[in-house]
């Protein structure tokens, strides 16, 4: 199922292309709360797991359609599934399945992206697997005491552990930072009490020295 990030890209690109050319094509659902009705069928949103991960649809970073009126079909070989307005739909006769699905770890392909800011080398991907362990610390870090916050200049470099499903529809993404030597999980909160120059520093937590390890062999 590791067929490389480059091949599943490409796929998305395919694919968000289509739906870009498709504006104006697609006939507007009916909405209700958290349910649709979509060509004589009805669909119920997907719930994303609740975890530290932060979950997509898997097109949304690589094209900006969240501006595109209407509702279009999403490619997906397992359900019939829809997108509207940033939000996926699945069939509702089959949206238990398909939660249950995306919120299996073992239906994603995993991979570590290694963020470059210098033109003469372009960041890159590469899988990467954690153990039970690592997970379960990562699962649990956004729990832990905040008392390291550091300015984004700080840091050494960035990247993302992201997870993408199967069905290559779901991505889930954990946003990351080198900072002496360790790698930390970015919070996304900021410590306001320290503002300078109208910026904020960001709470970060170690992640695991096991998984860190794994990430400096990849730089």
Excluded at 136 to 146: L, R, T
Aim: negative net charge; proline residues 3%.
């Amino acid at each position: 199922m590791k067929e490389g990030i480059n091949k599943r890209l490409v796929g998305v690109f395919m694919l968000m292309l289509t739906l870009v050319l498709l504006t104006g094509c697609g006939i507007k659902a009916q909405t209700s709360g958290d349910a649709i009705q979509y060509e004589g069928k009805e669909y119920a949103a997907i719930e994303y797991p609740a975890n530290v991960f932060r979950y997509a649809y898997n097109g949304n970073s690589h094209y900006d359609i969240e501006e595109v009126e209407g509702i279009y079909p999403i490619d997906s070989p397992n359900w019939d599934m829809v997108w509207d307005d940033g939000t996926l739909y699945c069939d509702k006769k089959y949206a238990a399945k398909a939660n249950a699905f995306y919120a299996d770890d073992e239906n994603y392909v995993w991979y570590l992206l290694i963020d470059y800011d210098v033109e003469d080398k372009e960041g890159y991907s590469v899988d990467i697997e954690l153990t039970a362990d690592e997970l379960e610390y990562v699962y649990n870090i956004e729990n832990k005491e905040k008392n390291l916050a550091v300015f984004f200049d700080e840091l050494d470099k960035t990247a993302s552990i992201f997870k993408i499903s199967n069905d290559g529809v779901v991505r889930g993404t954990l946003l990351i930072g080198k900072y002496k030597r360790e790698w930390y999980w970015r919070s996304g909160i900021m410590d306001e009490s320290r503002e300078s120059d109208g910026t904020c520093p960001e709470y970060i937590q170690p992640l695991p020295e096991s998984l860190s390890d794994k990430i400096c062999l990849e730089e």
